[in-house]
């Protein structure tokens, strides 16, 4: 049973850092996908960052140069560096991931079949 528990959320200035940590527990089978999803307030649900079991990474346009998606060897953290916040940044983050994945990662949450819970960052102007 694989289990995912996001942390690191927070308020933080405009301008501002926060590194966001997901423990993987569990086995994922490879190759697989990981990614950070957000969702803000009426908002639909974005993938910001996927990394693929070669380490290879996708992110959407909003966030390329400032934030930075990472895994540990041992695959028991996800990790998503965020730098230069701002508070279009302001969401709930999710952690995912997906086993058995032969292409591309996807920045689609229906392709991921374990979630976390969230953890909430806002950004203040």
């Known amino acids: 049973q694989v289990q995912l528990v996001e942390s690191g959320g927070g308020s933080v200035q405009a301008g501002g850092s926060l590194r966001l940590s997901c423990a993987v527990s569990?086995?994922?089978?490879?190759?697989?996908?990981m990614a950070w999803f957000r969702q803000a307030p009426g908002k639909e649900r974005e993938g910001v960052a996927t990394?693929?079991?070669?380490?290879?990474?996708i992110y959407v346009d909003s966030v390329r140069g400032r934030f930075t998606i990472s895994k540990d060897n041992a695959l028991s953290a996800l990790y998503l560096q965020m730098n230069s916040l701002n508070p279009e940044d302001t969401a709930m983050y999710y952690c995912?991931?997906?086993?058995?994945?032969?292409?591309?990662?996807?920045?689609?949450?229906?392709?991921?079949?374990?979630w976390g819970q969230g953890t909430q960052v806002t950004v203040s102007s």
């Open positions: 995912a991931a997906v086993p058995r994945i032969f292409s591309t990662c996807s920045r689609d949450g229906n392709s991921y079949k374990y």
């Open positions: 569990g086995y994922i089978v490879s190759p697989f996908c």
């Open positions: 990394i693929r079991s070669d380490g290879s990474t």
